[in-house]
């Protein structure tokens, strides 16, 4: 079956430096969302990406798709304490139909 | 955009009892909406899919009988923890998807968390 691997699994940085976390697959992707859960609340959409080597931008977080459609990444450009929180990816298998959630990246930010 | 309400937010409950939790999808219609076990620190664990007018469908290694689930509207879902243990106190989430917000894009309910004592 389908197995997710989300690194790192966790990232200390320093307010304004730059975070990046990865999603990999070891099957190719119909899509993948990505979702921020703060402390204590709950995830929240975020993007979904659908395209092969398909990259969006939300402000100061760029995401990609791989060119397999098998990995995908994050990335924060100068962080804000305000990024704090967990960030999961969510792969739908092709296949499979079915989707399984990373096991998130926690990131704290030191003002 | 859509919103999901998860109700209750908190239970304390005492061990042996039974426990109902709500997901209503509030300004959509959700003909299958998820249900998810979360630990501390650690990633979203799916529990069951729950669809409307039918069964639930069960992941490998969740009690049907323990979790029963019941999706009797397109905007309803609960989750009923029966006869608790206090293994099972956690944080229970729901989540829905709409139609045409994109394949598989979810919006999730605030969460209930559990205790059993």
């Known amino acids: 079956g389908q197995q997710v691997m989300q690194i790192p699994q966790y990232q200390h940085v320093q307010e304004g430096e730059d975070f990046t976390t990865y999603c990999n697959s070891s099957?190719?992707?119909?899509?993948i969302q990505w979702y921020k859960q703060r402390p204590g609340g709950h995830p929240v959409f975020l993007i979904q990406?659908?395209?092969?080597?398909e990259v969006k931008k939300q402000k100061r977080l760029t995401f990609q798709f791989g060119e397999a459609k098998k990995n995908s990444s994050l990335h924060i450009t100068a962080t804000q304490t305000t990024d704090v929180g967990t960030y999961f990816c969510?792969?739908?298998?092709?296949?499979?139909?079915?989707?399984?959630f990373g096991d998130g990246t926690t990131l704290t930010v030191k003002p | 955009g859509a919103v999901v309400s998860q109700h209750p937010s908190r239970v304390i409950c005492k061990s042996g009892t039974s426990v109902k939790i709500e997901c209503r999808s509030l300004?959509?219609?959700?003909?299958?909406m998820f249900w998810y076990r979360q630990f501390p620190k650690k990633s979203l664990m799916l529990m069951a899919t729950s669809n409307e007018g039918s069964k639930a469908t069960y992941e490998q290694g969740v009690e049907k009988d323990k979790f029963l689930i019941n999706h009797a509207s397109l905007t309803l879902s609960t989750l009923t923890v029966t006869s608790a243990h206090p293994e099972d106190s956690s944080f229970y989430i729901c989540?829905?998807?709409?139609?045409?917000?994109?394949?598989?894009?979810?919006?999730f309910g605030a969460g209930s968390r559990l205790t059993v004592l």
């Open positions: 300004d959509f219609q959700a003909t299958t």
């Open positions: 969510e792969p739908l298998d092709t296949n499979a139909g079915k989707s399984t």
């Open positions: 989540s829905a998807s709409q139609a045409g917000s994109g394949a598989n894009v979810l919006t």
């Open positions: 099957t190719t992707l119909s899509n």
């Open positions: 990406l659908v395209k092969s080597g």
